[in-house]
Antibody, heavy 121, light 107 residues
Framework: QVQLQQSGPGLVKPSQTLSLTCAIS??????????WNWIRQSPSRGLEWLGR?????????DYAVSVKSRITISPDTSNNQFSLQLNSVTPEDTAVYYC???????????WGQGALVTVSS | DIQMTQFPSSLSASVGDRVTITCRAS??????LNWYQQKPGKAPKLLIY???TLQSGVPSRFSGSGSETDFTLTISFLQPEDFASYYC?????????FGQGTKLEIK
């Protein structure tokens, strides 16, 4: 049974960096059939896909255009987890952030518990 | 980006009713369409993937159909635990996109 456990601060100041980690149990971040995604949800934007990383003999990364200049998703094979960094945040980045495991046909089969991140001074 | 238009945005129904939610893609996504259920304060839960395949453990009263640009989620014989929000999601290509959601409320 795959489980994803998110961690990270719930409050970030404007212009600083939002950092979240998603620890994986029951699967490997290097699984050749899975991809590891970050998604956020806010009342104004709804569900918004931010990006993903996946391993197919090497590591690949896809990012949403809306955050491409500010985002980094990184796998950590030593700790079997992956992380999100979003730089130069503004109040518009306030949202509930989810990590999610994508598998086979592309659905998000497993989700983290979600983390409300508020951008405020 | 592929735009996903979902309707209705809200729906009132009674226990035992049959309801249908529709999702339309701005271009063909073949059958790369997934449906999720979300309850307040919880993460979305995958119900159906590849347009019509029921995820393991999901009750058979949920069904999905469609291909190319037009898709539907049908819930037959609504149960009290089905009152929630529902979202479609295209996994044809990145950037992945979601519908705006349908809130299913008790009449």
């Amino acid at each position: 049974q795959v489980q994803l456990q998110q961690s990270g601060p719930g409050l970030v100041k404007p212009s600083q960096t939002l950092s979240l980690t998603c620890a994986i149990s029951g699967d490997s971040v290097s699984n050749n059939s899975a991809a590891w995604n970050w998604i956020r949800q806010s009342p104004s934007r709804g569900l918004e896909w931010l990006g993903r990383t996946y391993y197919r003999s090497k590591w690949y990364y896809d990012y949403a255009v809306s955050v491409k200049s500010r985002i980094t998703i990184s796998p950590d094979t030593s700790n079997n987890q992956f992380s999100l960094q979003l730089n130069s945040v503004t109040p518009e980045d306030t949202a509930v952030y989810y990590c999610a495991r994508e598998y086979r046909a592309g659905g998000f089969y497993n989700w983290g518990q979600g983390a409300l991140v508020t951008v405020s001074s | 980006d592929i735009q996903m238009t979902q309707f209705p945005s809200s729906l009132s129904a009674s226990v035992g009713d049959r309801v249908t939610i529709t999702c339309r893609a701005s271009q063909s996504i073949r059958k790369n369409l997934n449906w999720y259920q979300q309850k307040p304060g919880k993460a979305p839960k995958l119900l159906i993937y590849a347009a019509s395949t029921l995820q393991s453990g999901v009750p058979s009263r949920f069904s999905g159909s469609g291909s190319e640009t037009d898709f539907t989620l049908t819930i037959s014989f609504l149960q009290p635990e089905d009152f929630a929000s529902y979202y479609c999601h295209q996994s044809y290509n990145t950037p992945y996109t979601f519908g705006q959601g349908t809130k299913l409320e008790i009449k």
